[in-house]
Nanobody
Framework: QVQLVESGGGLVQPGGSLRLSCVAS?????????????MAWYRKAPGKTRELVAK???????NYADSVKGRFTISRDNALKTVYLQMNSLKPDDTAVYYC????????WGQGTQVTVSS
């Protein structure tokens, strides 16, 4: 079983930046195995359903939700079994709990990391 641990969230003013990290771990879970999976960041705001924010394939190709395009960048380090989300020009509408998972939501969800954008 794979465990996901997200970190890097916090309180930031509009226009600020944060970098989120998500580390995958598990018994016999290697970087080679991690490399095979397209990964994604999701977020869930209060009163809303969880939405896809960004995806990255095993080959490094990326896709973004229209609402974050040009502001967020997803990346991965397969050796460290880690996915990152660099978030710039943050807006209050970006306030949510952020989660990572495979692009097909195939692993158990972690606890997420809270991002709050407020002045």
């Amino acid at each position: 079983q794979v465990q996901l641990v997200e970190s890097g969230g916090g309180l930031v003013q509009p226009g600020g930046s944060l970098r989120l990290s998500c580390v995958a771990s598990g018994t016999f879970f290697s970087g080679t195995f991690f490399r095979m999976y397209p990964m994604a960041w999701y977020r869930k705001a209060p009163g809303k359903t969880r939405e896809l924010v960004a995806k990255i394939t095993s080959g490094g190709h990326t896709n973004y939700a229209d609402s974050v395009k040009g502001r967020f960048t997803i990346s991965r380090d397969n050796a460290l079994k880690t996915v990152y989300l660099q978030m710039n020009s943050l807006k209050p509408d970006d306030t949510a709990v952020y989660y990572c998972n495979t692009a097909s939501c195939g692993w158990s969800w972690g606890q997420g990391t809270q991002v709050t954008v407020s002045s």
